[in-house]
T-cell receptor, first 111, second 118 residues
Framework: GQNIDQPTEMTATEGAIVQINCTYQ??????LFWYQQHAGEAPTFLSY????GLEEKGRFSSFLSRSKGYSYLLLKELQMKDSASYLC????????????FGTGTRLTVIP | EAGVAQSPRYKIIEKRQSVAFWCNPI?????LYWYQQILGQGPKLLIQ????????DSQLPKDRFSAERLKGVDSTLKIQPAKLEDSAVYLC????????????????FGPGTRLTVL
């Protein structure tokens, strides 16, 4: 089976840095994705990790440790528009290569 | 390029009624997914198509849900009859496993259909 855990809610201040953690237990692993979802909108792709290490993309970075079943999304120089839910999703190593999503972390950025 | 299109955006029905959702994936994307997202939860896969064939429908409640992708492009998801617990956002996503540049096989989501069952 698949088990993906992430905090339900986080609050951070505009201009600060925030780290959203994700731990997972899956039957086979074939990559981890982070998506951003604003209220009432579709998830949009942020990052992808399949090897250990840090992937940086502008203000957003994502880290993966496969041996620990752990990832985090790092958001720098927070802006008010970053208030959204952040979904961690793991691609299982099955024939269908399906994604399994966590419940999401709702981030609120305050002035 | 145009994104994933879905309609309708909102639907309100009474329990035991039928409802259908439509999805048009990104042009050229061979793989299409339907997800159910209940409020406060992450998306849960219902069914995956590769062209017009079903790859995985293990989590589709087949007694009331059905989906098709007859020509390998557009897809419809139907619920008949609807129950109160079907109230959710139904998301369609597509990906292309065949583009060399897109080795991540990233899924791109449509805006979703918000279903309310009364």
């Amino acid at each position: 089976g698949q088990n993906i855990d992430q905090p339900t809610e986080m609050t951070a201040t505009e201009g600060a840095i925030v780290q959203i953690n994700c731990t997972y237990q899956t039957s086979g692993f074939n990559g981890l994705f982070w998506y951003q979802q604003h209220a009432g909108e579709a998830p949009t792709f942020l990052s992808y990790n399949v090897l250990d290490g840090l992937e940086e993309k502008g203000r957003f970075s994502s880290f993966l440790s496969r041996s620990k079943g752990y990832s985090y999304l790092l958001l720098k120089e927070l802006q008010m528009k970053d208030s959204a839910s952040y979904l961690c999703a793991v691609r299982a190593q099955t024939g269908a290569n399906n994604l399994f999503f966590g419940t999401g972390t709702r981030l609120t950025v305050i002035p | 390029e145009a994104g994933v299109a879905q309609s309708p955006r909102y639907k309100i029905i009474e329990k035991r009624q039928s409802v259908a959702f439509w999805c048009n994936p990104i042009s050229g994307h061979a793989t299409l997914y339907w997800y159910q997202q209940i409020l406060g939860q992450g998306p849960k896969l219902l069914i995956q198509f590769q062209n017009n064939g079903v790859v995985d429908d293990s989590q589709l409640p087949k007694d009331r849900f059905s989906a098709e992708r007859l020509k390998g492009v557009d897809s419809t998801l139907k619920i008949q009859p609807a129950k109160l617990e079907d109230s959710a956002v139904y998301l369609c996503a597509s990906s292309s496993k065949w583009k060399r540049k897109d080795s991540t096989d990233t899924q791109y989501f449509g805006p979703g259909t918000r279903l309310t069952v009364l």
